[in-house]
């Protein structure tokens, strides 16, 4: 799949991204206890990219603690299991053979809706 137009001006991901966003995805919450939950992932060598699936956490999360503590074991045994509801939600919808069947321009717009 290739990267949706403008997707190279990406900013790149820190710990003060992910701050941020847990300041306004848990604004009720300690957000020590937050980052404690999300900081469990990205300890070991197999889980990959912490920043953007903290922030893919985040997302699916929703605001809920629980979501919080489901997706985090979710990205510990696999992180592509986050980062493909998170980034690719409209995308992740179609099988792959119709998305084999789907003009460039069909599966274009798909994946530019996501992006945005």
Do not use: W
Not at 64 to 91: C, I, M, N, T
């Amino acid at each position: 799949m290739t990267p949706p137009p403008g997707s190279e001006n990406i900013i790149k991901l820190t710990r003060d991204t992910v701050l941020s966003r847990v300041r306004h995805v848990f604004p009720q919450l300690d957000i020590e206890e937050v980052m404690r939950i999300l900081d469990s992932y990205g300890v070991e060598s197999n889980e990959q990219e912490r920043e953007r699936v903290q922030l893919a956490i985040l997302k699916l999360s929703e605001g809920s603690f629980e979501k919080l503590q489901h997706y985090v074991a979710e990205a510990k045994y696999d992180f592509r299991d986050v980062l493909g509801p998170a980034e690719y939600p409209l995308y992740g919808c179609h099988s792959f053979s119709a998305i084999e069947r789907m003009s460039v321009e069909e599966s274009g717009a798909i994946q530019e809706k996501d992006f945005q």
